[in-house]
């Protein structure tokens, strides 16, 4: 799917300047979202001095030293890129933007280059070249798409990942994802949201006490159970945002019997170390692997939420004990085995209204998780309907790679990053639009709101709570005094939420 | 002039022939050792074999991926790619340079097909300089040896269709010849060092993407000591 050009207008929109001129002018750095003080002198020497501590440390160079040997140009990549299709901007053509950091390898780390370049005068990095990468990686999403396209194989993604990385280790991040991240790493509460743990525990009592009224069932969040066989880590955003997803999630726990927990000394999958620095995902995932330990817990799970799946599945077992470490799961991958096992049962049509779901990157790019979603909404919705492209073709929700978190930047995600995935939920006519991550819920939200589209975005366990049919002996009896409800309610499964109590 | 094409033909020829291969070779080796050293520092060995092989696949005979975005421009690079490689490879003149040379030949192509391959190859070549000029967003990527690589490598094309086809004079074929020669001995010198690289390497393109994300284990203190941050806050 091709998406249309910005007019003029959005385009003055979604560009328009988010901070003080006094703040730019001290930073010396004239990007779009705001960024901590740093140390501006001498920007290009640590620049390459951070450059140069990665390479030594890390796995990149042999892979910066094959994709500078082929590079090609040949500009395919551009044909996926929904923020170059947007903008028309050639800055944004995916090669030209890997070229911005690739041209710093080649002249300051290659025997060729540095050659080269001394004997010309030519290519060295200047404080303009940075603030060029400072701007161009931040525009992009994260969603890896021209990585698949790449008839070379250039990992685009892998390079914007660097560039971003190298430019943290200069002070240049986005202060949204740097404030978050000391609250998770430093800070009293130890998550990015800075959720203390007894207001933790008393939402989850509010919610049981929800379910239960709404279900007659007693649904629990079980809290520092050890010797569970899952410790959950969702997005910790979701206590605060996204409360039907996990209801939906702790109701099929309760449907299927099995054990898991929440525990109390680290309860949070987000991990934004994925988007902007290698060491911050070291040590987001030694977190969740060592409350998994403490607990005794046999299995991560992560909740709905595309990020915070990958960098637990992916980098998990590079720092946590490679075969050794702990499997990994997505909440959706247990959701669709206890359904295929028997142990959960489903009302189907629960869902009247036209849905369709949206893959989040992070869980579809690499064909993780394609299928299991698609199934479990089939079995539950009445008119089930695809985007095109889909699955591991994905389009991006236009706030991948952690821009969704900078709300100062809104308008450009909804109007230039977004805008392709605008054009395809538009052509589905879908009312719910079913999004199994907490960043790809948000920015959607936002982007449906901004671009006038009438849909609603859910979870996929926010429609599955409304379609569990609990066991007969888990319902319990009504209350008979002050019974008000005639029907009693309790004398038969409990049915599927209406169609209407959804849209409330 | 024909003491020059003997020198081209022979010590020239056996001398560019000798750096292709050895700078293909040397590339192909520090590529495969990079990628070894990269799996002995990864923290995670486990390598997705399936997905990394059919995607490499995927790329090396795209069939698949032709019509699913600009097609036009990919049908036309696929068969000037298939043109390139082939003709030279199985055109009946050069294995028997090869058997005279070496001792030993292999199966060739009919006439008729290497020049209907020729001729595409020249008539695809020059659509892709083309569409490099004007095609903004491929413009805006380009540097000189994008533009370079189609014009020089559709010359020996050029010339080798003219010594093979037209009935032209003694000075005409020689000196034709000549440019057919040289240019493809270029063509030999150049390659290990510019992005037609790729006719080795990209193969690997996958796997090297694959194991760049296998980062090595705990590195964060490393960096941080070398960076002289040790300690220090987010």
Request: proline share 5%; glycine share 6%.
């Amino acid at each position: 799917m091709r998406t249309t050009r910005i007019t003029e207008e959005e385009r003055a929109k979604a560009f328009a300047p988010t901070r003080k001129p006094e703040v730019t002018e001290r930073q010396q750095l004239d990007v779009r979202y705001h960024v901590e003080d740093f140390a501006v002198e001498d920007r290009p020497r640590r620049f390459l001095e951070a450059f140069a501590a990665i390479l030594r440390h890390s796995n990149y160079r042999f892979a910066l030293d094959h994709f500078i040997r082929m590079s090609a140009k040949c500009s395919r990549c551009s044909t996926q890129c929904q923020v170059y299709q947007a903008t028309g901007d050639p800055e944004d053509i995916p090669c030209k933007r890997s070229e911005l950091l690739l041209s710093v390898y080649r002249r300051h780390f290659t025997l060729a280059g540095s050659v080269r370049g001394r004997i010309l005068g030519t290519g060295h990095l200047t404080d303009e070249k940075i603030q060029e990468m400072a701007e161009s990686f931040w525009n992009c999403t994260a969603c890896r798409r021209c990585s698949m396209e790449c008839p070379v194989g250039i990992d685009h993604a892998l390079i914007t990942h660097l560039g971003r990385y190298i430019l943290s280790e200069i002070g240049i991040a986005p202060r949204a994802l740097v404030v978050s991240t000391r609250e998770q790493l430093e800070g009293k509460t130890g998550n990015t949201s800075a959720v203390p743990v007894p207001a933790l525990v008393d939402t989850l009592e509010f919610l049981e006490e929800d379910m239960e009224e709404e279900k007659h069932v007693a649904i629990k969040f079980p809290i520092d159970k050890e010797g569970a066989e899952f410790v959950f880590f969702p997005a910790v955003s979701d206590f605060l945002m996204e409360a039907e997803s996990l209801m939906g999630i702790a109701a099929v726990f309760t449907a299927t019997g099995d054990s898991w927990t929440i525990g109390t000394g680290y309860f949070d999958g987000i991990n934004y170390g994925l988007f902007y620095s290698d060491r911050i995902l070291e040590r987001v995932v030694t977190k969740v692997s060592d409350e998994t330990k403490r607990l005794k817990g046999e299995k991560v799970l992560i909740g709905e939420c595309g990020h915070a799946s990958r960098s637990a599945k992916y980098f998990l077992p590079v720092h946590c004990g490679g075969k050794d470490a702990l499997p990994v799961y997505n909440i959706m991958e247990y959701t669709y085995q206890a359904w295929k096992a028997g142990k959960l049962k489903l009302q189907p049509n629960a869902i009247p209204e036209r849905v369709t779901y949206h893959d989040p990157c992070n869980i579809a790019r690499q064909k993780w998780i394609l299928e299991q979603p698609r199934e479990l909404l089939k079995a539950i919705c009445a008119d089930y309907v695809e985007m095109t492209p889909n699955r591991e073709d994905n389009i991006c929700c236009g706030g991948g790679g952690g821009t969704v978190s900078i709300d100062e930047i809104r308008p450009y995600r909804t109007a230039v990053g977004g805008k392709a995935k605008a054009d395809q939920i538009r052509a589905t006519g879908a009312k719910y639009i079913v999004a199994p991550c907490a960043n790809c819920k948000k920015q959607l939200r936002e982007l449906v709101e901004d671009q006038g589209i009438d849909a609603e975005i859910v979870g996929l366990h926010d429609l599955l709570y409304k379609a569990i049919i609990f066991p007969d002996h888990m319902i319990q009896p009504a209350v008979p005094a002050d019974a008000e409800d005639e029907d009693n309610p309790a004398a038969e499964p409990v049915k599927p939420d209406s169609a209407g109590s959804a849209d409330e | 002039m024909e003491a020059l094409l003997d020198f081209a033909q022979g010590p020239l020829f056996r001398l560019t022939f000798a750096i292709m291969i050895l700078g293909l070779l040397r590339i192909l080796i520090l590529d495969i050792v990079g990628m070894v050293e990269a799996y002995r520092k990864a923290g995670d060995k486990s390598i997705p074999w399936g997905l990394t092989i059919s995607r490499t696949l995927e790329w090396l005979f795209p069939v698949k991926r032709i019509l699913n975005h600009r097609p036009i421009y990919s049908i036309i690079s696929i068969l000037f790619h298939i043109g390139l490689i082939i003709t030279p490879i199985f055109l009946f003149a050069h294995v028997r340079l090869w058997e005279q040379g070496v001792g030993f030949g292999w199966w060739t192509l009919s006439p008729q097909v290497a020049d209907t391959l020729t001729i595409t190859t020249i008539v695809f070549g020059l659509l892709l300089f083309l569409g490099r000029v004007g095609v903004s967003r491929a413009r805006a990527l380009s540097r000189p040896q994008d533009y370079l690589w189609p014009v020089l490598l559709i010359i020996p094309f050029i010339s080798g269709y003219l010594c093979a086809n037209m009935g032209v004079s003694p000075a005409v074929y020689q000196a034709s010849m000549l440019v057919h020669v040289l240019s493809g001995e270029l063509i030999f010198v150049a390659l290990p060092f510019t992005k037609i690289a790729h006719c080795v390497l990209m193969p690997f393109s996958q796997l090297v993407s694959v194991l760049a994300w296998k980062f090595p284990a705990r590195v964060d203190e490393d960096v941080a000591t070398t960076l002289d941050k040790k300690g220090a806050p987010v």
